[in-house]
């Protein structure tokens, strides 16, 4: 009995094993189409992508990969950066900040200028010139001392003849030849009338040319006591708008036989005086101003006069006017002399 009950089980096992098999074997067929059937689909979307996107962007290249865009992405990071920190040297700069680093030949870095003085001269004044030389501005490694020692730099300025290249024009570049003192405004023909534009011009210049604190403006026939004026501008670093001078007001005159007539005098109201500005022998803005002038220059209105012109300038910017008593050149203690 035994006996045929082992055998029966033997007999079972047998008789199962074929339809496990074959039945294993049809789920195996039909996974491996599903399988195949997916991964035919994915390929056929991705082609149809990679068709449109090419019909799109009318390219025969394929859109670009993960990487690139990681580089891109990457690039545009570090150019914002670099922008960031061009933004922040220049504004350092522009406060006076100099780098530790010094060049491979150890030379200290330049110092700053305090000021750059313009003296607007005109033809046939070279004994004027000649004058302020021996008496405050000094020639040759004298002036260069005052640039290197006291940051005060000193030029004569200058326009062309009407008629360029004349007997005139020659006689200021030999003497600039000679002395080395000059600027030269190329662009600028010299006449009385246009003083208010010549003054423009050099403080747009003076301001392109050298990264001063201040820049100042003196006729031809003022005196200056240079240390006397360092130690003044020296007293006003704080003031980042500053507009220096011997402030004044006075009457509009409106009649041209009258030696200051202004011809656009009917826009200073009823009473026809002037709005407070600098005297003309002397007066100084900072460095902020002169990049304002610089910039705005071709915009700018001038007057019969270049002081008021210069005033009218900063009525409507945020400008502290300083009255600077020791600027008016005809007062006692004065840092300038009129002669």
Not at 134 to 155: F, N, P, S, Y
Request: charge should be positive.
């Amino acid at each position: 009995m035994q006996r045929k009950g082992s055998n029966n089980r033997l007999s079972g096992v047998t008789y199962r094993s074929p339809i496990s098999t074959l039945m294993l074997s049809m789920f195996a067929t039909m996974a491996s189409f599903y399988v195949a059937g997916r991964l035919w689909q994915d390929a056929e979307n991705r082609v149809h992508l990679i068709k449109e996107l090419d019909r799109i962007t009318g390219k025969g290249k394929s859109a670009v990969s993960v990487d690139d865009t990681l580089k891109v992405i990457a690039c545009r990071e570090q150019q914002k950066k670099l922008s960031a920190l061009k933004m922040e040297l220049a504004a350092a700069k522009q406060e006076g900040f100099t780098s530790n680093l010094l060049p491979e030949t150890n030379r200290t870095p330049k110092k700053k200028p305090l000021v750059v003085i313009g003296v607007l001269t005109r033809f046939g004044r070279k004994n004027n010139r000649e004058a302020i030389r021996k008496a405050w501005m000094g020639t040759g490694a004298a002036l260069k001392k005052m640039e290197d020692q006291k940051g005060i730099i000193v030029r004569f300025v200058i326009g062309r003849s009407a008629n360029h290249g004349d007997s005139l024009d020659r006689g200021i570049d030999s003497e600039n030849k000679q002395m080395n003192d000059f600027i030269i405004l190329e662009n600028h023909v010299e006449a009385p009338e246009e003083l208010p534009k010549k003054t423009k011009l050099f403080f747009a210049h003076a301001s392109e040319r050298w990264d001063a604190e201040f820049y100042a403006k003196v006729h031809d026939d003022v005196y200056v006591n240079i240390d006397a004026l360092g130690n003044t501008l020296a007293a006003h670093l704080d003031k980042p708008r500053a507009y220096i001078g011997c402030m004044k007001s006075g009457e509009v005159f409106s009649e041209q036989s009258q030696k200051w007539y202004e011809p656009d005098w009917w826009k200073f109201g009823d009473r026809k005086t002037y709005f407070r500005h600098a005297s003309g022998e002397m007066f100084v803005i900072s460095q902020a101003l002169a990049k304002f002038i610089s910039i705005n220059k071709s915009n700018l209105r001038t007057y019969a006069h270049d002081d008021i012109s210069v005033g009218s300038w900063f009525i409507g910017l945020d400008v502290k006017h300083v009255d600077e008593r020791t600027f008016c050149c005809w007062s006692s203690g004065a840092v300038c002399a009129g002669v």
